[in-house]
């Protein structure tokens, strides 16, 4: 079983940073696949990054070059960098775990944080 809490969600003007972070519990951490996903008001939970156990990173298109994902395996935090933010990035922001396949492949949810980026 995994655990995951986030921290991090608030309000920002436009322009402006913020950093996520997620605490993951349970024994197998370094090999799961972590993410970033978001839903905002009336609309789908769509991915914004995700970050393999060997570290390759994927993004989705609205948010290269403005967000980074990093992960601490020794720690069990995974982070995610938002800079440039823009009041499109409005929503909540949930970590994600997810097992290899060949451990069965089950995900986890954290609870979310939301974040405001006001204009």
């Known amino acids: 079983q995994v655990q995951l809490v986030e921290s991090g969600g608030g309000l920002v003007q436009a322009g402006g940073s913020l950093r996520l972070s997620c605490a993951a519990s349970?024994?197998?951490?370094?090999?799961?696949?972590m993410g970033w996903y978001r839903q905002a008001p009336g609309k789908q939970r769509e991915l914004v990054a995700t970050?393999?156990?060997?570290?390759?990173?994927n993004y989705a298109d609205s948010v290269k070059g403005r967000f980074n994902i990093s992960r601490d395996n020794a720690k069990k935090l995974v982070y995610l960098q938002m800079n440039s933010l823009k009041p499109e990035d409005t929503a909540v922001y949930y970590c994600?775990?997810?097992?290899?396949?060949?451990?069965?492949?089950?995900?986890?949810w954290g609870q979310g944080t939301q974040v405001t980026v006001s204009s």
């Open positions: 970050i393999a156990g060997g570290g390759t990173t």
């Open positions: 349970g024994s197998i951490f370094s090999i799961n696949t």
């Open positions: 994600n775990s997810r097992k290899p396949p060949y451990l069965g492949g089950a995900t986890y």
